[in-house]
């Protein structure tokens, strides 16, 4: 253990020691990784970098108090329940605050941020924040900066103020000629048709609603007289062969739909039917709006005229929006990354092997998380001021998403599984998905193998298990239904689960977040909300009625401004298997990330290759674009 004391100068200087390297008299060298920010003259105590678990220190009185000690400061700062926060709250307002680890004053804990949706970090502001896990200079200043321009940037600041509605398709496409993709060229372009409408629900920003349908909800009555399949086949044929697949928002139903500008919005809650057809497309075959079978809730057809087989799928696009952005990006990603980083900081000593795996992975996500509740869905917040789900209806879904999540959903190959889309061609989230998977597993696993040899060890360590149980107990608010693991039994168990989160952190946010403003600029293909209900009969739906329908300007160009912001990365990401800070410093774990990063660039290779030959190339699993943490 090594003492460090920055003396006190009469300038406050702030610093960042990455780590000290002491060298005995026998000439071995000593690493003590650091990465913390001392702000003030206290004495700390860092320990030697060589992992240790709780139990490898009952021999050592020395080692013992000090894993004590500075769990004990850590969660001064990350609090949880109730009577601390009450306690917290006294000490706030005493003029002396208690000085952490890092030395940095303040305190925080586990936060309802609303009943029934995971537990936050307690923070006010991003001021509050510890520095440790503030962003960098350079974060901040990027982001300020896009936020600020985004919409100069997107030469759009003119009409953000625009309340009028859209009088012609061909003005919506002035928008994004400031700023284009490859992608948003060929949504553009390819918009309208059947297939890109649903090869999105394989590659787009939601591969998570899609799965194999062996027979029919009771609330969607398609039958077979109804639907022209392709290939001419039988729909109880092809449900029998597996072609035809389902995507259900019944989530969706009875959220409450926002009122922007003293107007209603509308958000369905659609059921969608489609077909694998022999040239491995995936083709919308029936969409019925709302879940309730009724005669005004129609089922549109391909068949139907143009504009009402239009404006159905505008309203599955839009409830789309409303469903991923909410419950599979902000829910099953940010918010569950900010669960384990919570729980990371508030049970693991530093010195503990889990500590030094995961803390690259929790960068930046309490500040991003801090940022999205208050520009996103507070009050004054982006969706609440422009999505039809805004406001009280981004709760609902948060509540009902949790509630029916599970951990199965949070494991790629269960999840694929459980879908029944092990077979579908050209499906490349789960191709890059499943491989990324199985790397990370396997680094997890020779990294976690190397310190717990039996399941006895996994047992016996009470840091470890205060960890899984906190993230049981505040993330998943102690459902039992939900499957996390309540406590770990097994070293399996702790692999699985630490791969999971590291796949969350990384891949499954890239995954869910790069892609938004790829499919989203060009709104007609992900409209934020929509101003019209939909046709409840049909043969009345026209190029008019769907401009009326869609967004006013102001409404579209923030949409598109938020999308821009959420898809662009600042020049000082880190991205997966790269661990700039060394933590780790005996010969397996240091030898393990080498190993990690070797099969990280060969994927990133095959998928290159794989793409070179797509019209649509699919680069969100990329592990060259995946950062290690949801920092965006
Ligand atoms: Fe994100």
Avoid at 408 to 421: F, K, N, T, V
Avoid at 603 to 615: P, V
């Amino acid at each position: 253990m090594i003492k460090l004391d920055k003396q006190k100068r009469i300038l406050k200087d702030s610093w960042y020691p990455a780590k000290v390297e002491v060298k005995s008299p026998k000439n071995k060298t000593y690493h003590f990784p650091i990465y913390h920010w001392i702000t003030d003259s206290e004495v700390y105590c860092f320990r030697e970098g060589t992992a240790l678990r709780i139990f490898d220190d009952s021999n050592s009185h020395v080692g013992g108090h000090s894993r004590q000690q500075e769990l004990k400061q850590r969660q001064k700062v990350f609090r949880s329940s109730q009577r601390r926060l009450a306690a917290a709250k006294t000490k706030q307002s005493s003029p002396k605050g208690t000085a952490n680890h890092i030395g940095h004053i303040c305190h925080m804990s586990w936060d309802v941020y609303a009943q029934g949706i995971p537990q936050c970090i307690k923070a006010d502001s991003i001021q509050s924040l510890p520095y440790d896990v503030q962003f960098s200079f350079t974060k901040t200043a990027e982001m300020k900066y896009t936020a600020v321009t985004g919409l100069v940037e997107l030469e759009l600041i003119e009409m953000a103020e625009l309340k009028k509605k859209w009088t012609h398709i061909d003005d919506i496409s002035h928008l994004l000629c400031a700023h284009r993709t490859q992608v948003t060229d060929f949504v553009h372009k390819h918009w309208k048709e059947d297939s890109l409408f649903g090869y999105q629900f394989l590659n787009g920003v939601n591969p998570m609603l899609i799965r194999c349908c062996k027979a029919l909800p009771k609330n969607f009555p398609v039958t077979g007289d109804m639907v022209s399949l392709h290939g001419g086949g039988s729909l109880a044929d092809e449900m029998m062969k597996g072609n035809i697949f389902l995507c259900d928002y019944k989530l969706l139903d009875g959220v409450q739909p926002n009122t922007i500008s003293r107007k209603k919005q509308y958000l369905m809650a659609p059921l969608i039917l489609l077909q694998k057809t022999s040239d491995n497309k995936l083709m919308p075959i029936a969409i019925q709006l709302k879940q309730k079978p009724a005669k005004d809730n129609p089922i549109f057809l391909p068949t139907d005229s143009e504009y009402d087989w239009l404006l159905a799928k505008i309203f599955v696009r839009s409830a789309n929006f409303n469903f991923y952005e909410v419950s599979v990006h902000l829910l099953r990603t940010h918010l569950l990354a900010e669960v384990f980083t919570v729980s990371l900081l508030r049970n693991l000593p530093m010195v503990h092997p889990l500590y030094k795996l995961l803390m690259p992975h929790t960068r930046y996500t309490l500040q991003i998380n801090v940022l999205a509740r208050q520009l996103l869905i507070s009050q004054t917040g982006v969706l609440t001021r422009f999505a039809a789900s805004g406001g009280k209806g981004v709760i609902t879904i948060l509540q009902k998403s949790l509630s029916s999540l599970t951990y199965s959903s949070l494991c790629i190959p269960d999840d694929i599984a459980e879908r029944g889309l092990k077979d579908v061609p050209n499906f490349y989230y789960r191709d890059d998905g499943l491989k990324l998977w199985e790397i990370i597993f396997r680094f997890v696993k020779e990294i976690l193998t190397s310190y717990y040899k039996t399941d006895a060890e996994v047992q016996k360590d009470s840091e470890l298990q205060n960890w899984i149980h906190d993230i049981y107990e505040h993330g998943f608010l102690s459902q039992a239904s939900t499957g996390i693991p309540q406590k770990f039994t097994t070293v399996d168990e702790m692999i699985k689960f630490v791969t999971m989160v590291i796949f969350t952190c990384s891949a499954q946010h890239s995954a869910v977040n790069s892609g938004q403003y790829d499919f989203g600029a060009w709104m007609p293909n992900s409209p934020v909300t929509l101003q019209l209900p939909p046709p409840t009969k049909k043969g009345k739906a026209s190029e008019k009625s769907m401009l009326d329908t869609f967004p006013d300007i102001q409404t579209t160009v923030h949409g598109m401004a938020v999308m821009w912001l959420l898809s662009k990365q600042s020049s000082d990401s880190i991205f997966l298997g790269q661990y700039p800070e060394e933590h780790f410093s005996e010969e397996v774990p240091c030898q393990k990330i080498k190993d990690f990063q070797v099969e990280l660039k060969r994927l990133s290779a095959e998928i290159k290759a794989r793409n070179s030959g797509l019209d649509l190339p699919y680069t969100y699993l990329d592990p060259e674009v995946i950062e290690n943490s949801v920092s965006i």
